[in-house]
């Protein structure tokens, strides 16, 4: 795992937990995995401690379980597990969307416009960072715009198992979120709810399909692989 260096942050636990959420839910490190305390921490350039506040974390999200006097290991994961995530996903965005599309006003959808532009620019020039940050962006102009704090969080709290970053570095995905993207802008301008739902049908089936097939290629559901757990290393 290459060195990555986190700033002294008071959340500093919560980057820690995603950075080992993105390698967990990418195939990175399979099921049955130990993930080092030490390891991790020297990793990403951190003390042990907020490793251990991370994992308490995934632990009760079900991403690692505790073997006692070894440490914390990656959980089992089914496809239905990948699936029932982007159901929940699109189930919480359908219901988000039905409140901000009657609340953009012109300014909004002005910003929103030019939100969907960022996400194009950064598509074009191959840019898997900026394209992380536009479609964060495209995502909460949206949710802002629903005045809907709770279901935001509950679906922030949903999303965080998305490794966005290999969305981003996917030509194909990249190739047909601007339409996605679009589509949904031209929706909320109109008022056309069926079509708004018809776009987040579309956005989270296809990121479904994408992240099954990439554990699928990365071994994840391999039995020969996770038939026992692996051994500390």
């Known amino acids: 795992m290459p060195a990555t260096r986190l700033a002294q942050r008071p959340q500093l636990s919560e980057e820690v937990a995603d950075h080992v959420r993105t390698r967990i839910m990418s195939g990175e490190v399979r099921p049955g995995d130990f993930i080092r305390l030490d390891e991790t921490a020297a990793a990403l350039g951190v003390s ?12 009760g999200e079900g991403l690692v379980d505790l073997v006692p006097r070894r440490g914390y290991l990656v959980s089992p994961m089914s496809r239905q597990d990948v699936e029932d995530i982007f159901w929940l996903q699109a189930h919480l965005s359908k219901r988000i969307v039905d409140r901000a599309i009657d609340r953009f006003d012109v300014a909004g959808l002005d910003n929103h416009a030019l939100l969907v532009e960022d996400f194009e620019t950064a598509a074009a020039l191959g840019d898997p960072d900026g394209v992380v940050r536009a479609q964060y962006a495209i ?11 709770k279901l935001s969080r509950f679906l922030s709290n949903a999303a965080r198992y998305m490794p966005y970053r290999l969305y981003a570095e996917d030509p194909v995905w990249r190739s047909t979120a601007p ?7 031209d929706a909320l301008r109109t008022g056309d709810v069926e079509t708004a739902h018809a776009v987040i049908d579309t956005e989270f089936a296809n990121g479904s399909r994408l992240l099954v097939s990439h554990l699928e290629r990365a071994g994840v559901w391999d039995d020969s692989l996770v038939a026992e757990p692996a051994a500390e290393a």
């Open 48 to 59: 042990v401690t907020p490793v251990r506040e991370a994992l308490l974390t995934l632990r």
């Open 179 to 185: 339409e996605d993207n679009r589509r949904m802008l």
């Open 139 to 149: 995502h909460r102009s949206i949710n802002r715009a629903s005045q809907s704090d």
